[in-house]
């Protein structure tokens, strides 16, 4: 009861500020309607309810099982295992991703039904499933992450040329959007599980974290080589949104609940058949340790239901008008100045973040300290927001301005950078785009772009989620050149 209390005590701080903010927006800039400001608060609610206990579930639950599939995977100690393994495990978590969903369903209903979920969801598993199986097979035969990265990004940027300025936007979002709430505790316990086995501790450390990055890219190759043999050409889509608001404020948490606790089920239900398969075939653990486990997977999926109903019936439809009312302003630098605000405050209330930066903490044994890695992402993340409403504001400014530039000088510090922080860097770019950000964030950035007059709601709506993936590879890496000129002032190698 203890832990869940810290859980909750954290949570709540971290979801408090996103609260205020709006609140304050609501009673100086813009007025929105009392309906969707009680529907906010008692959203936030179910996102401090919800949050505290998937915490809970994932540490007891989740992460036992990556890390014993990890270490079973790693003692099979054949290649073909462990790329069978990690096919099925990458395709079948993906799948089940809730953010992967939101951001699918998005697409699906921007771009009137041309771009339907199913396809979105199927293709971007396909992608992760293939990248998470050459993940696997770095760990165990320890390539260098930063070879592999700069072989991955620069086949990204080839393919790239031939894809259209929409789905380049949509590709790079489901990649950011794919490494959400679920899939990042099972990978990262994966990585951990198969590193761990190594005899040197040194590349144990550095290997237990990488493989989220690497199974991200997959969906942005997959999305983008979708796009180049299926000829879509030109898309146009709108927000559909007459921006006339629902009085009821019970009615939208009871329509989402039921699909959502459906969507959560099915999304947990491949981890529980693999789980239950192996406990029978190889983990055997004691009956104290199997409930324990089978009790966090219950937590799991109560405490994503009530995080995930909170965020669209109460988070959604305010974040799209917020943005839509502030971008009506005449003064075009509060968008800017709100954006970079309500990135560094979303980012605290990230579910995927708070496993990430615990396991950095204890990996590294303390050395890197997780609040130090939390301030680091949320500059990232609010600079990523920021440059995102200027890229709606100024006509001229294309993704692949910011992409291009920013993916190469990522690449080049892997090179410079310590390399325990170039893993921790990538993995921390997908973890940044989670639900807070695939649902509150999207929906303020489509909001901005539906009112300012000359922008897409296609292309520039969407490319927010991969600015969200890219500005934290850079900022973590200049964390750990900074952790690098300390340590040899400190005599430390």
């Given at each position: 009861m203890g832990v869940l209390w810290s859980k909750f005590s954290e949570v709540i701080l971290s979801v408090l500020p996103i609260t205020v903010i709006v609140i304050i927006l609501n009673f100086t800039l813009t007025s929105l309607d009392i309906s969707l400001i009680i529907r906010f608060l008692i959203g936030a609610v179910f996102i401090v309810i919800g949050l505290s206990i998937f915490l809970f579930g994932v540490d007891i639950g989740i992460t036992p099982?990556?890390?014993?599939?990890?270490?079973?995977?790693?003692?099979?100690?054949?290649?073909?295992?462990?790329?069978?393994?990690?096919i099925f495990l990458g395709f079948f978590i993906s799948i089940?991703?809730?953010?992967?969903?939101?951001?699918?369903?998005?697409?699906?209903?921007?771009?009137?039904?041309?771009?339907?979920?199913?396809?979105?969801?199927?293709?971007?598993?396909?992608?992760?499933?293939?990248?998470?199986?050459?993940?696997?097979?770095?760990?165990?035969?320890?390539?260098?992450?930063?070879?592999?990265?700069?072989?991955?990004y620069?086949?990204?940027?080839?393919?790239?040329?031939?894809?259209?300025?929409?789905f380049l936007a949509i590709s790079f979002d489901a990649s950011g959007a794919t490494t959400g709430a679920l899939t990042v505790p099972f990978i990262l316990a994966?990585?951990?599980?198969?590193?761990?086995?190594?005899?040197?501790?040194?590349?144990?450390?550095?290997?237990?974290?990488?493989?989220?990055?690497?199974?991200?890219?997959?969906?942005?190759?997959?999305?983008?080589?979708?796009?180049?043999?299926?000829?879509a050409e030109e898309l146009k889509g709108s927000t559909e949104q007459d921006h006339t608001i629902?009085?009821?404020?019970?009615?939208?948490?009871?329509?989402?609940?039921?699909?959502?606790?459906?969507?959560?089920?099915?999304?947990?239900?491949?981890?529980?058949?693999?789980?239950?398969?192996f406990q029978k075939i190889s983990f055997k653990l004691s009956k104290k340790s199997f409930r324990k486990v089978i009790k966090g997977l219950v937590f799991t999926f109560i405490g994503l239901v009530l995080f995930l109903v909170g965020v669209n019936a109460g988070f959604m439809d305010l974040g799209m008008e917020l943005g839509y009312s502030i971008a009506l302003l005449?003064?075009?630098?509060?968008?800017?100045?709100?954006?970079?605000?309500?990135?560094?405050?979303?980012?605290?209330?990230?579910?995927?973040v708070y496993v990430l930066t615990n396991q950095i903490e204890d990996v590294t044994s303390g050395y890197v300290n997780r609040k130090v890695v939390l301030v680091t992402l949320a500059i990232g993340v609010g600079i990523a927001i920021a440059l995102s409403?200027?890229?709606?504001l100024i006509p001229e400014l294309q993704l692949w301005h910011y992409l291009l530039p920013g993916y190469l000088l990522a690449i080049i510090l892997t090179y410079l950078t310590p390399k325990l922080f170039v893993g921790i860097a990538f993995d921390s770019g997908g973890v940044a785009s989670g639900p807070m950000t695939a649902t509150f964030i999207l929906a303020f950035t489509?909001?901005?772009?539906?009112?300012?007059?000359?922008?897409?709601?296609i292309v520039d709506g969407f490319g927010m989620i991969a600015m969200v993936a890219l500005t934290p590879l850079i900022t973590l890496q200049i964390l750990g050149l900074i952790f690098k000129a300390k340590s040899r002032k400190g005599g430390l190698s």
């Open positions: 099982i990556g890390t014993l599939m990890g270490k079973t995977v790693a003692k099979s100690n054949k290649l073909w295992i462990v790329i069978g393994a990690g089940a991703e809730p953010d992967l969903h939101i951001l699918a369903g998005q697409v699906e209903m921007v771009t009137s039904g041309v771009i339907s979920k199913f396809i979105i969801v199927v293709v971007v598993s396909i992608g992760i499933a293939v990248l998470l199986a050459t993940g696997l097979v770095r760990i165990v035969y320890s390539f260098p992450l930063y070879k592999l990265l700069t072989i991955l620069g086949l990204v940027f080839i393919i790239a040329l031939f894809a259209s300025r929409e994966l990585s951990l599980g198969i590193s761990v086995l190594k005899k040197d501790s040194k590349a144990s450390e550095k290997d237990s974290f990488g493989l989220v990055a690497i199974a991200s890219i997959g969906a942005i190759i997959t999305v983008m080589l979708m796009s180049i043999f299926s000829g629902s009085n009821s404020i019970i009615g939208p948490f009871l329509t989402e609940f039921g699909h959502i606790a459906q969507e959560v089920l099915i999304a947990l239900l491949p981890i529980i058949v693999i789980f239950l398969l005449d003064n075009k630098v509060y968008i800017v100045v709100i954006g970079l605000i309500l990135g560094i405050v979303t980012i605290l209330a990230e579910p995927a409403m200027l890229r709606i489509q909001g901005v772009a539906d009112a300012v007059e000359g922008a897409d709601v």
